[in-house]
């Protein structure tokens, strides 16, 4: 419509010289952001690498030193070391010859050993000239000749000692099991430690140490910062010795990125593929007992969140900046287009339904747009002027709902009537009343003449309907007190306010059954000139929660909403056929509940001609 109006491309001037700035600012804010993240990154990573690489060589060192402590009793008589050496193949030994038992050497030498790292899950000695295991697990110690041990050596060839990649434990097929044990359940690394015939290079046994993960991820963990951030750790053959998150674990690594530069100690070269995205950080290990490599990988999403963050931070001010330059554009454009502006805002005042807008003189620009709007103010008009006929179409569309519903009710008074003569005729006056009362209940319910009745109509309807729950519930069960002053009896009132609140009496104050029941009903005009009708029983009351929900949805009512019938119901017609200051007041206890009805009579008079016509 404004296509070419100088508001729109003063806006337009105002929003390209604020955006185009702010946008290349942003990005060559982010791209040296991201280059200085990078650099800081790595370096400490680097630093982190170092650090854990040095750990873990004195993490192995302190292993290997514990393993060499077999050693120390080389010449004592009867040290774990010369228990060992004393062992002769029993093939090899005359006919007859009983070995010393030395099984509590070596039980107590390899409990201690297994007191000295808590990390220590298990340890085997294999004893090659009588091919005798010993097995220490869970503080039991076992000893058994195996045929079944599979001599473990170094992968690179070599006697010397070795870390074995993390596994499952096992029992290295030993036959006698541990109670309440189950083996390969625990994933650990093994240290395999030679024991050498000294000062020979005969090997004369084999001692192998499952060690738990726990020192170990504690190790690994210091290295990297996030859970995002991937960190491994892999022997020569590229067998994982720790992964973070359990991934690889026993495996080996099989991932493009785990195929590191030959011949440097560390560094780090960045990978861009399906599986990963980001910068791969190494450094080489070369321990006593262990070599191979740490990776740890770092992927852009967690390298570059500080970029992004700051990256936001200056988006979110250009945003700033554009919404006051954009406020600015729209304030200095009001002052080109406040006339057309005042105009379109108040024939939409008038379109509304806003009647007493008045449309001051305006420039004549836009004149065809004045013509429109003129003419839609005239059709708002003319709706306005239908709504006044709105309340008598619902009360007629009302009024043939029930004319719809009622099935030929001069046919069921004759023969309610019919039936009553015929109780008469044998003598039973009490089903005479019962009939009289239900016909006269429904001769009033279904009538159609009008929506307004007297209070002394309404307080019979109630009688009548009491006089049918005394039957169902026992006479001396019930009863019902009215007292209803004479000049309120006369007042007009909507038809069927009292049975509504009587009939809940039943529903929800006797629920559980009627005795000695009573049921009051007062009415009187009060100083004020206003009528006011109590419905008070001795019921079970209303408990405090369902009282407040109760009485919260009537407030809805009072605000134009609508929850439901019953009290809800009795007050909507109250405000809409007698006065929009009509009262429903709710009590309730233990001692039976109250309604008051509070209905002003000032303006009575004007909504009964609607109701009635």
Known sequence: MFKHSIRNRLMALVLLAAVIPAGVSVMFSYLYTKQSVTEQAVGQNRKLLTLGAANLDNYFQGINQRALSIYSGINIQSSFYTSILSVKDPNGLPKGTIQSDNRNIVSSQLYNLFLADRNIFQIHLYVRANKESNALLK?????????????????????????????????????????????????????????????????IADLSIDFRLTELEGIAKSMYNSDIERLYIMDEQGNVLYASGGDWIGKPIEAGWSKLPPGKESGHFSWNNKEFKGIIMYKHIDSNIFKGNIIKLVPYEDLYSDARTISRINTGIGVIFLIIAGIAGVLISIGFTRPIKKLISYTQKVQIGQLDASVDSVSEDEFGLLARKITDMTRTINDLILQEYRLEIANKTNQLKVLQAQVNPHFLYNALQSIATLSLRYNAPKIYDLIYSLGSMMRYSMTTDGNQVTLQNEIEHVENYVILQRERFGEENLRMDVDIGESARAVIVPKMILQPLVENIFKHGFRDGVKDGIISIAGKLDEEGRLVITVRDNGMGIAGERLDEVRNCLKRVESGGFCGIGLRNVLARLRLQISERSQLLLQGGEGGAEVVLIIPLDDTGNRKEKGTE
Not at 149 to 176: C, I, K, W
Request: aromatic letters at 14%; zero cysteines; hydrophobic letters at 30%.
């Open 139 to 203: 503080g039991l110690f076992r000893r058994e000749i195996n045929s079944r041990y599979t001599l473990l050596s170094n992968p690179d060839g070599s006697n010397r000692p070795f870390v074995e990649a993390t596994h499952m434990d096992h029992q290295y097929g030993m036959r006698s099991g541990f109670p309440n044990f189950k083996s390969g359940k625990t994933p650990v690394f093994s240290a395999h430690f030679p024991i050498y015939r000294t000062p020979s290079d005969e090997i």
